[in-house]
């Protein structure tokens, strides 16, 4: 018996061989079907099938260091070595709540930029600098999304001197538009 879609979380049955299967639509998938499932805000949650324990955490922290060896890294270095850090320390319980709380309010206020941007320009001339502005923004917000690596510039309109001076670039530009916003209110 099938799950009407958008019932609580799918089910996925992780076998030993390694496959996925989707109880939803009665189907095998990939670690690449769970993350856009991921980007599209369906829950799910992955159980072993032979133990019957919930192992979602492994597969998304899976689906994070596949995503992160194709080459559009998103975690810094940096970070990743601030995090392994507090493995064991007194604050680690405090730390996902944390990066929880810190992620869902990045997403906040990305949203209410975006608005608050699209508002302001609204058919005046400045309107097409906001456009690509906004697109800038947008590209750079991207970064902190899963999938991030199908959401980057196109191929050539990275500044020279690669992904740091791209960064720097965004950053700049970013910095512009808080100040215009600023200005405006």
Do not use: C, W
Not at 59 to 88: A, H, K, N
Request: cysteine-free; glycine content about 6%.
């Amino acid at each position: 018996m099938k799950k009407p879609i958008g019932d609580g979380p799918v089910i996925v049955k992780k076998y030993a061989n390694r496959r996925l299967y989707n109880t939803e639509t009665s189907s095998y998938i990939t670690l690449d079907h769970l993350a856009a499932m991921t980007r599209e805000g369906r829950d799910f949650k992955v159980i072993d099938a032979k133990s019957e324990d919930d192992i979602t955490h492994n597969v998304l922290t899976q689906i994070i260091m596949e995503e992160e060896s194709r080459g559009e890294t998103m975690l810094p270095v940096s970070f990743l070595r601030q995090l392994i850090s507090m493995y064991g320390d007194s604050m680690q319980a405090m730390v996902p709540g944390y990066l929880e709380a810190s992620m869902d309010s990045f997403r906040r206020n990305q949203a209410q930029f975006k608005t608050a941007v699209e508002g302001a320009f609204a058919n005046s001339p400045f309107a097409e600098i906001a456009k690509r502005n906004m697109a800038m923004f947008e590209a750079a917000a991207n970064a902190f999304k899963p999938g991030a690596a199908g959401n980057a510039a196109p191929a050539g309109s990275a500044p020279p001197g690669g992904k740091d001076a791209e960064i720097a670039s965004l950053r700049a530009e970013l910095e512009r538009l808080q100040e215009k916003v600023e200005r405006l209110r």
